[in-house]
């Protein structure tokens, strides 16, 4: 590139960069304010001040801990963590012995309808959450699994299946299938060519699925809120919301912690799998 | 036992025959992810579908059959109407925020440059970070009083600018410094219409990227051969080629958008005054707040043939366009 290319290049993604990047930059400014720093609006928002609302060159002796302790501390923050990451692996498990076996039948073996059957799996898709949970709930009551993670470990791969199948799909289509015929040429059956050759090779794809798969699990909100109705029972997307805004009661800076804890490993993860998601989204129904 | 194992080992043959078969083992292998599917997502969506034509309330999945009671009042009810209407603005307008500053962004984003890591660090974030946990931080970002956003347009000297331009545009007349971006109806209507832009536009751009990704490197040549440079390189090359996976973007983009119930539900639970109620929103509130299932679900149901008909407009699409 050249010079001016680069800082073309530069004022353009830089000022998005700050954009989309801000909320979270604010958060992490917010969580060690202080109540009174906070409280009053003359302070400037982006620094920690003095109660004068001066800013110091020590201005981390004016910063505070505690509202994350509290949220460590006093409230079920660090079960609703426990209780994510619990749904969200069991779930991860489900989807993969569900959405495994079908996308490599769809993609390799189906022939001309697994296209048809792909899009049949995205209109699954398509149905909004909002109209499956009433009676959905009613069937989480009958099998008495009403406020119970339970209750979300079922529901949940009613989601991740549908996505996860449409990107394992692409992943299996990327993969030659000479590498198949080969082993089948040589006397394999074809599920242990699915086993030795197929799953080695498309290791990198599902890890991509494990990580969307349980992504979408952190990010469901209204079954999470409505079929769970005790604290200790909740995920971090509902228990925030529910528990740390109480009426007009807002714990600002416990709130802004709250959120920026699991979206930074994420963010990561993302970061470190976007090659792969893209390889594996493109790779679905379009090629 | 010999004999036994003798002849049992015909019928094993028969069975690995038969799973080598490609019209046995497929339907074999996608059987369990279509009967799970059936259950927790057909059974469930056939019930819904019953209880729109029902009066059902409460607790009971069953009511009287009303027909199409249910869908007829929905429609003559002024907050449906309004929730369908905000349902389309925030869906269209944030799409098409998200799809131009997708199509810059992922053009200079596939350039090799220093510190790209952190800066697609911050472009991914939006995304990856759980929806109602963002979410609240827009909503201590708009805060009433302590809006940081306020706070510096004010430093900016741009804040009574801003006032004045929602003004003469007619998009919030009589509004106020410091803006009430959550207070005031049709402010709240572009604040939630911007938050989901914001939400939605990493995920387009990584899909363009994808997009870019699967151009040959041929086109790049020829294209380069025959002079094709800047804008006119993006307008007759890159853009007609980037057509299918963009569509696919704002598919997926759509989706998102319209079925959404946390950004809403967060940022306004639909207020004030109804204002800025969704569809997925005001069925909840109709159905579960207000305990009237049948209407509930009459008002989720408007949702589905719409979607269904952008997914087959957009998949028609994609397809023409690739083959072209």
């Known amino acids: ?287 | 036992m010999e004999a036994h194992a003798a002849r049992s080992r015909p019928v094993g043959r028969r069975w690995r025959h038969a799973l080598e078969s490609r019209r046995v083992l497929a339907p074999l292998l996608i059987a369990p992810a279509v009967v799970f599917m059936a259950l927790v997502v057909g059974v469930p969506f056939v019930w819904a579908i019953y209880l729109s034509f029902t009066d059902a309330i409460g607790g009971s999945l069953s009511g009287h059959w009303v027909g199409f009671d249910n869908f007829t009042s929905a429609w003559h009810d002024e907050n449906f109407r309004r929730a369908l209407r905000n349902t389309l603005i925030f869906t269209l307008a944030s799409q098409a925020i998200v799809v131009v500053g997708a199509a810059v962004l992922s053009n200079f984003l596939v350039r090799d440059f220093r510190g790209k890591w952190i800066i697609r660090f911050l472009v991914v974030l939006p995304w990856a970070a759980p929806v109602v946990l963002s979410t609240i931080t827009w909503l201590w970002l708009l805060d009433s009083l302590y809006s940081v956003l306020n706070w510096t347009l004010a430093r900016l000297h741009v804040d009574h600018a801003l006032v004045w331009l929602f003004d003469a545009t007619h998009i919030e007349e009589g509004a106020q410094v410091p803006l009430q971006w959550l207070g005031r109806p049709n402010l709240a209507l572009v604040a939630i219409t911007l938050v989901h832009a914001w939400r939605i536009l990493p995920f387009a751009v990584v899909i363009f990227i994808a997009g870019r990704a699967s151009i040959p490197n041929e086109v790049e040549d020829a294209s380069r051969i025959d002079g094709a440079t800047g804008f006119k390189k993006l307008w007759y090359v890159d853009l007609p080629l980037q057509l299918p996976i963009a569509l696919v973007a704002v598919l997926f983009g759509i989706v998102f958008t319209a079925v959404d119930f946390a950004v809403v539900y967060i940022l306004t639970h639909g207020g004030p005054f109804n204002s800025t109620q969704v569809l997925p929103t005001w069925a909840y509130a109709v159905g579960i707040d207000s305990g009237s299932l049948g209407a509930g679900a009459a008002i989720s149901l408007f949702l589905f043939p719409l979607l269904v008909l952008v997914t087959i407009l957009m998949l028609f699409f994609a397809r023409r366009a690739q083959v072209s």
Not at chain 1, 63 to 68: E, G, I, M, S
Not at chain 1, 139 to 154: E, M, R
Not at chain 1, 193 to 219: D, E
């Open chain 1, 1 to 287: 590139m050249t010079r001016r290319q680069t800082i073309v290049t530069y004022l353009v993604v830089v000022p998005f960069a700050v954009v989309l990047g801000f909320p979270f930059f604010f958060a992490l400014v917010t969580m060690f304010k202080t109540n009174l720093d906070l409280a009053n609006v003359d302070h400037s928002p982006y620094t920690y001040n003095d109660l004068a609302g001066h800013l110091h060159w020590d201005f981390w002796n004016y910063a505070t801990l505690d509202h994350v302790r509290f949220l460590f501390e006093e409230t079920n923050y660090p079960t609703w963590l426990l209780n994510t990451a619990i749904v969200g692996g069991a779930v991860v498990v489900i989807t993969l012995l569900l959405a495994m076996p079908a996308g490599y039948a769809l993609a390799r073996l189906a022939g001309g309808w697994g296209q048809g059957a792909g899009v049949g799996i995205f209109l699954v898709y398509l149905i909004p959450p909002t109209l499956l949970f009433l009676p959905l709930s009613r069937l989480v009551t009958q099998l008495g699994l009403k406020d119970s993670l339970w209750a979300l470990i079922l529901v949940y791969p009613s989601f991740t299946v549908p996505f996860a199948t449409w990107l394992l799909m692409g992943f299996f289509k990327t993969i030659p299938q000479e590498l198949e015929e080969a082993a089948l040429m040589d006397g394999a059956s074809r599920l242990k060519a699915l086993r030795l050759i197929v799953l080695p090779v498309s290791l990198p794809g599902i890890l991509t699925v494990v990580i969307f798969a349980f992504s979408l699990c952190v990010n469901e909100f209204i079954y999470a809120f409505t079929f769970i109705s005790s604290s200790e029972q909740r995920t971090v997307s509902a228990g925030i919301p529910n528990d740390l805004i109480r009426g007009d009661v807002f714990f600002w800076q416990s709130l802004m912690a709250a959120t920026l804890i699991p979206a930074i490993p994420l963010a990561l993860l993302y970061n470190a799998f976007l090659d792969r998601f893209i390889k594996g989204f493109t790779g679905g129904a379009f090629r």
